[in-house]
């Protein structure tokens, strides 16, 4: 089992930054594959940003050159830089963890965050 703790969600104004934190119950081994997912409200969940194990990196094309995802296995942590945000970036966000091998994911409960025009 995999806690997921995400941090840093609130409310941001409309070419603003922030960051997001996922803390994890675990070592984060670079085997694993961790991302950023995130979703709004009558909208399906939709990816944000991934690291694979490998080390390659993918964005949704509606936020790449505007985040940047990155990785501390040393801490546990997965982070989300935001940045040039929009309205239509408001959504909960939500922290995964594609566990290597099993392939087994789990799902931090989420953080919201809000952007104002």
């Known amino acids: 089992q995999v806690q997921l703790v995400e941090s840093g969600g609130g409310l941001v104004q409309a070419g603003g930054s922030g960051r997001l934190s996922c803390a994890a119950s675990r070592t984060i081994f670079s085997i694993d594959d961790v991302g950023w997912y995130r979703q709004a409200p009558g909208k399906q969940r939709e990816l944000v940003a991934t690291i694979a194990s490998g080390g390659s990196i993918n964005y949704g094309d509606s936020v790449k050159g505007r985040f940047t995802i990155s990785r501390d296995n040393a801490k546990n942590t997965v982070y989300l830089q935001m940045d040039s945000l929009k309205p239509e970036d408001t959504a909960v966000y939500y922290c995964?963890?594609?566990?290597?091998?099993?392939?087994?994911?789990?799902w931090g409960r989420g953080t919201q965050v809000t952007v104002s025009s």
């Open positions: 995964n963890l594609r566990q290597a091998f099993t392939h087994i994911n789990y």
